[in-house]
């Protein structure tokens, strides 16, 4: 059965780091990526990597977050340099096995995490 636990989540001072950290288990992805909803807001996607190790970011964190996976552990990691108050959120990681690839829509995603809170202070 898929499952995904994610750990890493704090809470750290604006302009600082954090790593988030994702372990897979139960099967292979077609995609993973990196969810946040913040207080009073819409779920949205933060990053995602396909299969072919193609990555993609939302605009407000690129260049500021990276996402990688660790196949050999099939682990996913999303490291937040820079942070910013307006990064405070629940963080979820999610992934799929189904033909599309990695999209933006939290609806198309078929397995997540429990969520891990990430908190920026200013």
């Known amino acids: 059965q898929a499952q995904l636990e994610e750990s890493g989540g704090g809470s750290v001072q604006a302009g600082g780091s954090l790593r988030l950290s994702c372990a897979a288990s139960g099967r292979t992805y077609n995609c993973m990526g990196w969810f946040r909803r913040a207080p009073g807001k819409e779920r949205e996607r933060v990053a995602s990597?396909?299969?072919?190790?193609?990555?993609s970011y939302a605009d407000s964190v690129k260049g500021r977050f990276t996402i990688s996976k660790d196949n050999a552990k099939n682990t996913l990691y999303l490291q937040m340099n820079s942070l910013e108050p307006e990064d405070t959120a629940m963080y979820y990681c999610?992934?799929?096995?189904?033909?599309?690839?990695?999209?933006?829509?939290?609806?198309?995603?078929?397995?997540w995490g429990q969520g891990t809170q990430v908190t920026v202070s200013s």
């Open positions: 990597i396909n299969s072919g190790g193609i990555r």
């Open positions: 999610a992934a799929h096995s189904n033909y599309y690839g990695c999209v933006v829509r939290d609806t198309l995603y078929d397995y």
